[in-house]
């Protein structure tokens, strides 16, 4: 009797959390439904907006608590947020969290902890992207683990920078060398931070270490008091995912492959192509700014204190907003957006390429490495291509205005300024939405049916001006000679 009760009562447990189980995920489909994106997407939005109930415990109850409580609350939410999104999965991050922290142990300070470090992390995601990979763009653990694979690599780097004699390191290798030997917790408290654990932002062991060692807060001895930088950070995301969530159910990639839009004008399918390679950057912008918010409320945002006495929270920005709406230059739109990733390749990539002793082409392994590092598809290799040739023929133009006396006095006309404004930002969005397409389209023969329907015009636009820039240079700079005589 008792064994046939037990059994009944194990029988309705069962059953009744398969039920909460399934009326969870129902309500999460629905909802998800509601607001025209994936229930993955919500569960994304969810475990980032999570962050901030976390930040405020963590600020009041583990601030100036223990080390080894910091790293196990980091480790136990950032699992659990994991798990949340990706279910049992999340063994691909742990099984490259613990294999890292084995080779620091084992091969330490060495050239080969290096590159085994870079050879197995991104074979690891690369192999991820390749067993994983769809036609579209899906919310799996290969997302997080990108973040995560850049988080190791820099890692070892500056654990390797830490046996060197500081004098052979420049300034910033000093500042993110690594002089102890970080244990496994520390580690996996450091990977899987839960403000930045999704999707980012970088930053370094030593910063981390700061944060858990009660160093970073305007406030010595007290808990930052960043809510207010905080909160302004989140409100601007929110303006951001609200926007987007309104503007993208009208504006999307799928309209750029169907009939209507090739049966359109040139002139709408330019205009469409603009417009959309705004918005769709939009959530990006959004998560970023909602997930600097977190790390500033925990005080890993804190950059020290400006020449007034202000704290400047900035260290975790991955978006200068105003910069990326108002600036019309490719260059700007590059320095504003996704801030520490390319800090990150810049710190620990282009600049190690120095003994290539050719900036170009350390800036085109720099761009195919991202390229890779995003996925396999063909789109990103498009698109970083295209940035590549952009800032080539954007630095080009520049230094020609600059030169030429004539362009120069056309330039400098102050009536004429917000037209060349507005010429210069049609351009600007235009192309970004021409690179935008490859990249978010994915696969060859999407991306190119609408690169086709455009006729090609960020390629020829750009490779015609490639090379004729430098026949325009000679005919409108003088040469040094002339200016000599002039002055």
Same mark, same amino acid.
């Given at each position: ?67 080894? +409580? ?44 290096? +590159? $085994? $470090? ?98 970073? $807060? ?61 918005? #769709? ?39 200068? #907003? ?145 090379? $004729? ?19």
């Amino acid at each position: 009797m008792a064994s046939a009760a037990e059994g009944d009562v194990g029988a309705a447990a069962e059953l009744a959390t398969v039920l909460r189980c399934g009326f969870q995920n129902l309500s999460l489909n629905k909802l998800a439904t509601s607001l025209g994106a994936s229930e993955q997407a919500l569960r994304l939005i969810i475990s980032i907006f999570l962050g901030y109930p976390l930040a405020l415990f963590y600020r009041h109850y583990l601030f100036y608590k223990d080390s080894y +409580l910091i790293h196990l609350f980091h480790t136990f939410t950032g699992l659990s947020i994991a798990y949340y999104n990706f279910g049992i999965q999340l063994y691909h991050s742990l099984l490259c969290v613990v294999l890292q922290f084995l080779i620091l142990r084992l091969m330490g300070r060495t050239i080969t902890a290096i +590159l $085994t $470090t870079f050879c197995f992390q991104m074979a690891y995601l690369l192999a991820g992207y390749y067993y994983t990979a769809t036609g579209n763009y899906d919310i799996k653990w290969t997302m997080p683990h990108c973040v995560l694979t850049l988080k190791l690599i820099g890692l070892v780097i500056d654990y390797y920078d830490g046996g060197k004699d500081q004098k052979s390191l420049s300034s910033e290798q000093q500042k993110y060398a690594i002089r102890g030997v970080p244990s496994l917790l520390e580690v996996a408290g450091f990977s899987y931070f839960y403000g930045a654990f999704l999707v980012g932002p970088q930053f370094s062991m030593n910063h981390y270490m700061k944060l858990v060692q009660g160093q970073l $807060t305007d406030l010595p001895g007290k808990i930052p008091n960043s809510a207010v930088p905080a909160l302004k950070r989140l409100s601007l995301g929110l303006v951001y995912l609200v926007g987007y969530t309104l503007l993208s159910q009208h504006i999307t990639e799928d309209y750029l492959l169907t009939d209507d839009y090739e049966n359109r004008s040139f002139w709408f399918r330019c205009l469409y192509m603009l417009v959309w390679g705004k918005v #769709v950057l939009y959530k990006y912008v959004a998560c970023w700014l909602v997930t600097e918010g977190v790390c500033i409320l925990t005080g890993l945002g804190f950059h020290g204190l400006d020449e007034l006495g202000r704290a400047k929270w900035d260290t975790c920005a991955n978006m200068k #907003v105003w910069l990326f709406e108002t600036d019309p230059r490719f260059t700007g739109t590059i320095a504003s957006f996704n801030i520490n990733t390319n800090a990150w390749v810049a710190r620990y990539f282009f600049k190690r390429l120095k003994f290539l002793g050719n900036k170009q082409l350390s800036q085109g392994l720099s761009l195919l490495f991202l390229s890779l590092w995003h996925g396999l598809h063909s789109g990103y290799l498009v698109c970083f291509q295209m940035e590549f040739l952009i800032v080539i023929v954007e630095r080009q133009a520049a230094s020609l205005i600059q030169d030429s006396p004539a362009l120069s006095s056309l330039a400098s006309i102050r009536v004429l300024q917000p037209l060349y404004y507005l010429v210069q930002q049609t351009i600007h969005w235009l192309f970004m939405g021409y690179s935008m397409t490859a990249f978010c389209l994915f696969t060859w023969d999407k991306w190119l049916k609408v690169y086709k329907s455009v006729y090609f015009l960020g390629h020829v636009f750009f490779l015609s001006l490639l090379f $004729t820039l430098p026949y325009v240079r000679k005919a409108v700079v003088p040469r040094k000679e002339k200016l000599k005589k002039m002055e």
